[in-house]
């Protein structure tokens, strides 16, 4: 094969790896608890765990459940667990839904029990923050300190790896070839 193959080949592979990519951050709804009808003493759930979180723009939230639905609605939606919400009712039992502007964001069970018994969502989400400027003072220690958990990104990068080591390895053999 001839250099220009294995450059079209590294540079395909390469592209669809941008495919791949996923949010900054992924949080799961209700972590462990994922999303469900909470208990008749905790129906605070999930505002109790969105509280403990600070979402930006780019972050993902993912909801995983069993024989249940969730949907975005608008702020009315959400106080009264009004279903008609501006979207799909979404019933796959995973849903991730991916933070593109700030602002802030609902999502309730289209199920009215289940609504009206605490399965609703409210997040508010920030601008995502940008790097300073070269000579820009950089962020006070008490607005970097945010824990955040990243779960995204690494696919892309093993996926540009593997293809370059390819073609080089490629490259490699073709030059050594062609210098017997």
């Known amino acids: 094969m001839s250099l220009s ?33 909470p208990d008749d003493n905790n129906p605070d759930l999930y505002t109790n765990w969105a509280i403990k979180l600070r979402f930006q723009v780019g972050d993902a939230i993912v909801f995983e459940y069993k024989n249940d639905s969730v949907i975005r609605v608008e702020k009315r939606g959400y106080y009264h667990c009004n279903e008609s919400g501006n979207g799909a009712v979404f019933k796959d039992g995973r849903t991730v839904f991916l933070f593109d502007k700030p602002g802030l964001f609902y999502f309730v069970s289209s199920n009215f029990e289940h609504c009206k018994k605490g399965q609703r969502l409210m997040v508010d989400v920030m601008a995502s923050h940008r790097p300073p400027f070269p000579g820009a003072p950089g962020p006070s220690p008490a607005s970097s300190a945010a824990p955040f958990t990243s779960y995204g990104g690494s696919i892309p990068v093993l996926a ?21």
């Open 160 to 180: 540009v790896a593997f293809s370059t080591l390819l073609t080089f390895k490629w490259a490699l053999k073709d030059w050594e070839a062609a210098a017997e």
């Open 5 to 37: 193959i294995h450059v079209f080949i590294f540079l395909l592979i390469s592209s669809f790896s941008v495919f791949f990519v996923k949010a900054e951050n992924q949080y799961k709804v209700g972590g462990d608890e994922g999303w469900r009808v």
